[in-house]
């Protein structure tokens, strides 16, 4: 498929169907003004003013996929608890379906609290189970999902290490979706780094890599690419994506390896920025883009997801804008 300008690109993102499965969950922000020190600990009252709750996880990769114009499908674990119900709502307020959750009673509904004044993040509290789910839920939520699979275009799987995503349904995704012959696009964790075998696209960051492989120090550029390459090769991956924070990301394919670095840019928040990148790059390499022009769209829209605290979804426009004035295509 060919691309005049990168306007056709977005306009052709709107036909793409999307099955996201993973670890989901709600990030709450618990927002307010610190004026004293608590007289029972050494630490700051926060009279917090505004309390807010945001998709997070998977569901921010959908809520990503929505907003570049895509139709995403979310498959995914709830608890059986409060949160389940807040979740459901909070997918229900952005018209994404909740068809395709299975709500355990063994675990609670993942969620990450952040206490915040200003700029300030005072606290991270985390309500969570995080080991793997048993096996027979794991074959529940793959009967409850295979379905899907004919009707999309594109499968991401996003890996938070929250307990769903084990060595069997990694397996039964990348076969099933093999058998359609769409592709499976990945954001990897620590725990099952290495379980991702034969999969289309895979976007770990440094942190992930460094862990995953088991390197050390700090790598230099020449260093790093050996490793990505020795990676594509140990996953039988087609395309490795490496994300490095302020320096941008590093595109690995059989035919091309290419650097390219981040934007200058206001950095608030780098939460969430993973979930845009996973999300831009599923869509771009479904279209079949150029490696170099998947990897700078995404990296674009991951630095700009940066400038905005707390996790948001990608603004489609202002990302857009920022491809043609880059002249990608």
């Known amino acids: 498929m060919e691309f005049n300008s990168i306007r056709e690109v977005f306009d052709a993102f709107k036909n793409i169907k999307v099955l996201v499965i993973g670890d989901s969950m709600i990030d709450t922000y618990l927002s307010g003004a ?13 009279t917090i003013e505004k309390e807010e709750h945001r998709l997070g996880g998977a569901a921010n990769v959908a809520l990503n996929l929505k907003a570049l114009g895509a139709t995403p499908i979310l498959a995914s674990i709830v608890g059986n608890d409060a949160n389940a119900t807040l979740f459901r709502e909070l997918l229900d307020q952005q018209d994404l379906s909740n068809n395709y959750l299975l709500q355990v009673s063994d675990r609670p ?30 074959t529940q939520f793959f009967e409850l999902v295979e379905p899907v699979f004919a009707e999309v275009d594109v499968v991401v799987v996003e890996d938070y290490d929250k307990g769903l995503l084990g060595p069997e349904l990694i397996d039964l995704i990348v076969k099933k979706a093999h058998d359609y012959q769409i592709p499976v696009c990945v954001d990897p ?24 492989l088991r390197i050390g120090n700090e790598p230099e550029l020449g260093a790093l690419q050996q490793s990505v390459s020795g990676l594509r090769e140990k996953l039988g991956a087609k395309f490795i994506l490496l994300t490095l924070g302020s320096k941008g990301v ?55 997801v940066c400038e905005f605290p707390g996790v948001i979804p990608v603004p489609v426009l202002r990302l857009q804008e920022e491809a043609e004035n880059a002249g990608l295509i």
Do not use: C, W
Not at 34 to 46: G, H, L, T, W
Not at 112 to 117: E, H
């Open 34 to 46: 610190v004026d004293r020190i608590s007289p029972e600990a050494p630490v700051p009252i926060v």
């Open 250 to 304: 590093l595109v690995h394919t059989a035919n091309e390896t290419k650097s390219i670095p981040a934007n200058i840019r206001n950095v608030a928040d780098v939460s969430g920025a993973g979930d845009t990148v996973i999300a831009i790059a599923s869509l771009a390499y479904t279209l079949k883009l150029p490696a170099h022009v998947i990897a700078e769209l995404s990296n674009l829209g991951g630095g700009i």
């Open 189 to 212: 964790k620590f725990r099952n780094f290495s379980h991702y075998q034969k999969v289309d696209l895979f976007k770990p960051n440094l942190i992930e890599l460094k862990k995953g």
């Open 109 to 138: 509904t993942t969620q990450k609290k952040r206490v915040l004044s200003g700029p300030r993040h005072l606290l991270r509290m985390d309500y969570e189970k995080d080991d793997p789910i048993a096996t027979d839920q794991t």
